[in-house]
């Protein structure tokens, strides 16, 4: 995982060790608690360990990241980029992350309206999109991904695959492109996968897996 950074340098605070990187002026970095960023307040760089980010409605930050902690966008919120570790990343509609939003063992969902200009990424947990839209490609090892009704996504889909101790997931993931939804690039899939796709539904070439049409609102 290429997005974590920040929350493995915070990682590194709870554990004692040297190299952590002094707050900016509008950065909020808190331990042990979970932080707020009131509905259309600004903040640079927040992040927190062993709690929860949320950053409410019409709000703005840098970068919100956590460990053992969720991160929740409210509606028509704004963020350069979320990471998390072991915690899940909700965005609320009309939401927009410039970057990439990644997780490490944590659901990702991104609501009505809701867009994510980079990579949208994580290793555990269900990735679902409610007419959203993904620009940068869409990455997950032992996932299931949903691209629902009318959302859209550049950049492909990757299912990675089983590496070191991950192995002991081996259900195969289920990947579901609903009605009308759109995937721009190819749809890679390095392990086992059940791909299930509406009649209504456009998607690009498909790698590694055999394509199962279903009609109707979902499978």
Same mark, same amino acid.
């Given at each position: 995982?290429?997005?974590? #950074? ?22 909020? $970095?808190?331990?042990?608690? /979970? %932080? ?10 927040? /992040? ?39 915690? #899940?990343?909700?965005? @609320?509609?009309? /939401? ?34 409610? =007419?959203?839209?993904?620009?940068? @490609? ?13 959302? =859209? ?25 609903? *009605? =009308? ?8 899939? =390095? ?5 299930? %796709? #509406? $009649? /209504?539904?456009?998607? @690009? *070439? %498909? ?13």
């Amino acid at each position: 995982m290429h997005h974590i #950074s920040r929350a493995l340098l915070l990682a590194m605070l709870v554990l004692g060790l040297p190299g952590l990187v002094m707050a900016q002026s509008g950065d909020i $970095d808190k331990v042990n608690g /979970s %932080v707020l960023v009131e509905a259309g307040q600004s903040a640079g760089d927040v /992040s927190t360990v062993n709690g929860s980010v949320h950053i409410n409605a019409g709000a703005h930050v840098r970068g919100a990241s956590t460990v053992n902690g969720s991160i929740q966008l409210g509606d028509r919120a704004t963020a350069d980029a979320l990471d998390t570790v072991n915690g #899940s990343i909700n965005l @609320g509609a009309d /939401s927009r992350v410039k970057g990439a939003a990644a997780s490490v063992n944590g659901r990702m969902r991104l609501g009505p309206g809701a867009e994510v200009g980079g990579k949208l990424r994580n290793v555990n947990g269900t990735i679902t999109l409610d =007419r959203a839209h993904v620009g940068g @490609g869409i990455e997950t090892v032992s996932g299931d991904i949903t691209v629902g009704a009318d959302s =859209r996504v550049e950049g492909g889909i990757l299912v990675n695959k089983l590496t070191g101790w991950f192995h002991w997931n081996t259900t195969p993931p289920l990947i579901v492109i609903g *009605p =009308r939804a759109v995937v721009q690039g190819t749809l890679e899939f =390095r392990r086992a996968v059940v791909l299930k %796709v #509406s $009649d /209504s539904a456009q998607i @690009g *070439p %498909v790698q590694g897996a055999t394509v199962v049409k279903f009609s109707g609102a979902t499978p």
